[in-house]
């Protein structure tokens, strides 16, 4: 089990909780040019559909700006809208019907402090504002007393940040330190959680393509989330947004802080297995694949563990000798050649969603 979550502010993202007992969010960030508003809500429509549950956008141009009002209007999910330098973007954002900003105000004050309006306009629209501190672009004042972008580095601009609006009295604040090294970002997010009382939104930033950054960020969100530190979670790939909101989805599911869907217990296979177990696995997800009810299915290549596991999942197979053995709840209901596995299982799944009044 994961630890106690710790104990945040919460804030509304649109009408997504974020912090406190909510459960923790999916996000993710559209590629499109915000200014071409079909193509992003077209990407927003993929993503909602895939389980984003909060959609950021990035607007470093006034074409993005003025599309805002109509990407906040028609997404399916709270839009935050990501501004760099510019306080009038913040402003346009805010008037657009966006439901939250990401901007640091340190940013603004160097260019042109605005940050006391920003913090009243943002309190009378209640739109949460997020502080994204990230390695690659830390202050350089910090960067010259710590050496490089260490944790005490990331949590102390972090921190510095929220000065900035606390001065102001706006706390509708969330928080993200993020890292390309999962150690570093680990213990920044561990450091600032024990500094302070914000939500704080997970992200190893740049963790790489596909394969990489799957890895990084389930080792650093399963370290943080199974502390109980983590409100909202985006999962960075180098590969289409809807792939980062599987992987985010599926760390959670992991960790049973969200409801497993499809899970397949499928056993590596070895020198002991009857049945090339890889297909079978590969076989039995498409065919259940979309299946509307959360299922433990075993697939298990031989009968030394096979039996085990099957017995513990909903349903569940355990080859040998050409044919398998099929587990509904735990018993045996039948034997089947193993040309028929697949369909077997297929059947008898369908047959646990009928039981459950689920077609
Ligand atoms: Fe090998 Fe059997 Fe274990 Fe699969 S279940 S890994 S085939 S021993």
Redesign the pocket.
């Known amino acids: 089990m994961v630890a106690a979550r710790r104990r945040s502010r919460q804030i509304m993202v649109g009408n997504v909780p974020v912090g406190g007992d909510a459960p923790v969010s999916v996000q993710s960030m559209t590629t499109t040019l915000t200014a071409d508003v079909n193509a992003t809500l077209q990407q927003i429509a993929e993503l909602t559909a895939s389980g984003c549950q909060i959609v950021r956008v990035a607007v470093p141009s006034q074409d993005d700006a003025e599309a805002l009002p109509a990407i906040a209007k028609k997404s399916p999910i709270p839009v935050i809208a990501d501004i760099h330098f510019q306080p009038k973007y913040v402003f346009a954002a805010i008037d657009a019907g966006c439901a939250a900003v990401r901007v640091n105000p340190g940013n603004i004050k160097k260019f042109d402090d605005k940050v006391g309006e920003i913090a009243r306009a943002a309190q009378d629209a209640g739109v949460p504002i997020r502080i994204g501190v990230n390695a690659g672009s830390l202050d350089k004042r910090l960067l010259e007393k710590h050496g490089k972008a260490t944790p005490d580095a990331l949590v102390e601009s972090a921190l510095w940040e929220c000065s900035l609006f606390e001065e102001h009295g706006f706390r509708d604040i969330k928080i993200s330190v993020k890292h390309n090294d999962p150690v570093v970002m680990i213990q920044a997010y561990r450091k600032l959680a024990a500094a302070c009382e914000y939500p704080l939104h997970l992200g190893v930033t740049e963790a790489g393509p596909a394969f990489q950054g799957t890895v990084k960020s389930a080792v650093a969100f399963g370290a943080l989330l199974s502390e109980g530190i983590g409100d909202t979670i985006r999962v960075s790939l180098s590969a289409p947004p809807v792939e980062e909101v599987k992987v985010g989805t599926a760390i959670l599911e992991s960790l049973g802080l969200r409801e497993r869907g499809l899970e397949i217990v499928s056993?590596?296979?070895?020198?002991?297995?009857?049945v090339d177990?890889y297909t079978l696995a590969e076989q039995v997800t498409a065919g259940l694949k979309d299946f509307p009810v959360p299922l433990r299915v075993a697939v298990?290549?031989?009968?030394?563990?096979?039996p085990g596991?099957a017995r513990e999942a909903d349903l569940g197979v355990?080859s040998g000798n050409g044919k398998g053995q099929i587990f509904v709840k735990g018993e045996v209901i039948k034997t089947v050649p193993e040309s028929q596995i697949v369909e077997t299982l297929i059947e008898e799944a369908m047959r646990i969603a009928d039981d459950m009044g689920i077609e």
């Open positions: 056993c590596p296979s070895c020198g002991r297995a009857q177990v298990m290549g031989c009968v030394v563990n096979g596991e355990a």
